[in-house]
T-cell receptor, first 113, second 116 residues
Framework: GESVGLHLPTLSVQEGDNSIINCAYSNSASDYFIWYKQESGKGPQFIIDIRSNMDKRQGQRVTVLLNKTVKHLSLQIAATQPGDSAVYFCAESKGGGYQKVTFGTGTKLQVIP | DADVTQTPRNRITKTGKRIMLECSQTKGHDRMYWYRQDPGLGLRLIYYSFDVKDINKGEISDGYSVSRQAQAKFSLSLESAIPNQTALYFC???????????????FGEGSRLTVL
């Protein structure tokens, strides 16, 4: 069956260092892969997505990498800041007029000052 | 003001009671969703609606019902609440144009429900 899972439940990173959050997926039919950030007491917020026919996409301080060969997705955060502390979810989406988003279980990122 | 508003934000109730969680949005989106979040399980889809006349079950719809009263309003009901429905509930929306097929959802702040 389809699933989206994460390698590590908690990640601690020194402020200023780069963070890498990993995710494994099993459904090759997904159209998009997405990263969401959830801060304490708030709803998830879209960070960045990548279409299934791409292998890299960059945003502001974030980069998402997609390796379809091993079904692996990662989110890289450059120069991690205290405000980056949150739970990060990877998710997959099937488009084509019908949108179903399946979420992974989440990784908690702790930034050490 | 929040684009996606959920009420109540917190609710404690007893087993067997009927509970309604409400969601309203000012984004003008046609698609609305209800998700449930449990520790260690991520977010799971309960119901979704593509327009006022369209309601669909998600992966965990048993024990829940929904009503799409208008394009901007989507409510979730627990007809007879049970303790294992204690969770954080999120309403979300997405639009039909532009980024609609990418998976970008806009979430409310959540409704924490405790069933005793």
């Amino acid at each position: 069956g389809e699933s989206v899972g994460l390698h590590l439940p908690t990640l601690s990173v020194q402020e200023g260092d780069n963070s890498i959050i990993n995710c494994a997926y099993s459904n090759s039919a997904s159209d998009y892969f997405i990263w969401y950030k959830q801060e304490s007491g708030k709803g998830p917020q879209f960070i960045i997505d990548i279409r299934s026919n791409m292998d890299k996409r960059q945003g502001q301080r974030v980069t998402v990498l997609l390796n379809k060969t091993v079904k692996h997705l990662s989110l890289q955060i450059a120069a991690t800041q205290p405000g980056d502390s949150a739970v990060y979810f990877c998710a997959e989406s099937k488009g084509g007029g019908y949108q179903k988003v399946t979420f992974g279980t989440g990784t908690k990122l702790q930034v050490i000052p | 003001d929040a684009d996606v508003t959920q009420t109540p934000r917190n609710r404690i109730t007893k087993t067997g009671k009927r509970i309604m969680l409400e969601c309203s949005q000012t984004k003008g989106h046609d698609r609305m969703y209800w998700y449930r979040q449990d520790p260690g399980l991520g977010l799971r889809l309960i119901y979704y609606s593509f327009d006022v006349k369209d309601i669909n079950k998600g992966e965990i719809s048993d024990g829940y019902s929904v009503s799409r009263q208008a394009q901007a309003k989507f409510s979730l009901s627990l007809e007879s609440a049970i303790p294992n429905q204690t969770a954080l509930y999120f309403c979300a929306t997405s639009g039909i144009s532009g980024r609609s097929n990418t998976g970008e959802l806009f979430f409310g702040e959540g409704s924490r429900l405790t069933v005793l």
